[in-house]
């Protein structure tokens, strides 16, 4: 089977302690970039294997070179401009507590360019290191947009939004073909702000900033479409959505159905992985808008808890979600990485690979093999 696998994952791990260790040293001056890189290349081929042992076939370095999903490839692009500190964002647990969060911040301040690869040198040792699909994940074009808005677009080096767009979705074609000339054929787009805009509040505030939430789903569904418009026809790509991932903490809540129909039928893509895992991401009839052919990845397990979902009713739900689309077009996963910054969720080393290790057996068990 093509990915996205009928077991896969959204793509980072929890950092184990030594990496941690080297990259606060790396941070405070006490040690150099070389002997990190060492550390993350040990760290990352430990994680390889693990995956490829518990059954995965698509294949992620964990993001062990990064501290958050999205910062660390956008600040790479000439033009982005990364800030600290200019505002808190409120992160929730289900018990209610809040977890504070003051996330970078991205402005561009000069014309968005792609002058150097970004992930090519970090593909280059995955793909050495696996026997398995190696899949690298990158954040959304949306990433570049959506918190700060026009704010955090400069007037006088874009006048115009669409000439931001341009450059914005040149840039990330050029990494595109970058990595695909290395031989990726499995790419995954990581996106939140689809997600939400699904949420009833959040969805008023952009419009009391002037912006039309569903106007703002038709857009980053083109820029994701433009991104990836020269990719070769081999090369498989998927979206994941996410309302929010730090600490075991969310941010958003709402089901699709806000965004489903423009998101499943415009955005040009072969599969889209979806969170799942509770009661914040509503019903699965929004999924009678899925097209035939994107897979639909049912994030039906939990990477924010430790405790490992029973068989019973994982498959459970995956019977509910196929009333709605077919299942020989679904697949399994959590519904978002274990770690999307290096601080990572509440739970154990051991207790990420007893859950992976179940998501394999459920998928196994219902679609014959993984």
């Given at each position: 089977m093509a990915p996205p696998f009928r077991a896969d994952h959204v793509g980072s791990f929890l950092r184990p302690e030594r990496l941690r260790e080297a990259r606060q040293k790396f941070f405070a001056h006490e040690i150099s970039a070389e002997a990190l890189r060492a550390v993350e290349d040990e760290c990352i081929r430990e994680v390889v294997k693990k995956q490829e042992e518990v059954g995965l076939k698509g294949i992620t370095d964990g993001e062990f070179r990064r501290t958050y999903f999205h910062v660390d490839f956008l600040e790479k692009l000439d033009g982005v401009e990364v800030r600290y500190g200019e505002?808190?964002?409120?992160?929730?647990?289900?018990?209610?507590?809040?977890?504070?969060?003051?996330?970078?911040?991205?402005?561009?301040?000069?014309?968005?360019?792609?002058?150097?690869?970004?992930?090519?040198?970090?593909?280059?040792?995955?793909?050495?290191?696996?026997?398995?699909?190696?899949?690298v994940c990158i954040p959304a074009p949306s990433m570049l947009h959506f918190r700060g808005g026009r704010e955090a677009i400069s007037a006088q080096v874009y006048p115009r939004m669409e000439d931001f767009y341009d450059d914005l979705t040149a840039a990330y074609r050029d990494e595109v073909n970058d990595l695909a000339k290395r031989g990726l054929r499995y790419l995954q787009l990581d996106?939140?702000?689809?997600?939400?805009?699904?949420?009833?509040?959040?969805?008023?505030?952009?419009?009391?900033?002037?912006?039309?939430?569903?106007?703002?789903?038709?857009?980053?569904?083109?820029?994701?479409?433009?991104?990836?418009?020269?990719?070769?026809?081999?090369?498989?790509?998927?979206?994941?959505?996410?309302?929010?991932?730090?600490?075991?903490?969310?941010?958003?809540?709402?089901?699709?159905?806000?965004?489903?129909?423009?998101?499943?039928?415009?955005?040009?893509?072969?599969?889209?992985?979806?969170?799942?895992?509770?009661?914040?991401?509503?019903?699965?009839a929004p999924l009678r808008f899925a097209p035939k052919g994107p897979t639909i990845v049912l994030g039906l397990m939990s990477s924010k808890q430790a405790a490992v979902e029973s068989k019973d009713e994982v498959k459970r739900r995956i019977e509910e979600a196929a009333r709605y689309v077919p299942l020989e077009q679904c697949a399994l996963s959590h519904q978002c990485g274990f770690s999307s910054t290096a601080?990572?969720?509440?739970?154990?080393?051991?207790?990420?690979?007893?859950?992976l290790a179940r998501c394999v057996e459920v998928a196994s068990e219902v679609w014959g093999g993984v």
């Open positions: 505002f808190s964002s409120s992160f929730r647990k289900d018990d209610g507590t809040q977890v504070g969060f003051k996330p970078p911040t991205m402005h561009v301040e000069s014309k968005i360019k792609h002058a150097r690869s970004i992930q090519g040198a970090d593909f280059d040792f995955l793909k050495g290191a696996v026997t398995k699909t190696p899949k996106d939140t702000n689809l997600a939400y805009l699904c949420d009833p509040a959040i969805r008023e505030r952009t419009k009391a900033r002037g912006d039309d939430p569903d106007a703002l789903v038709r857009l980053y569904c083109k820029l994701v479409n433009d991104a990836i418009k020269d990719r070769p026809k081999d090369m498989v790509v998927s979206v994941h959505l996410c309302r929010g991932n730090f600490k075991s903490a969310w941010v958003a809540q709402g089901g699709y159905e806000p965004v489903a129909e423009i998101l499943l039928n415009e955005m040009k893509i072969d599969g889209f992985f979806l969170e799942y895992d509770d009661e914040r991401s509503g019903d699965f601080h990572g969720n509440d739970l154990t080393e051991a207790d990420q690979w007893k859950k």
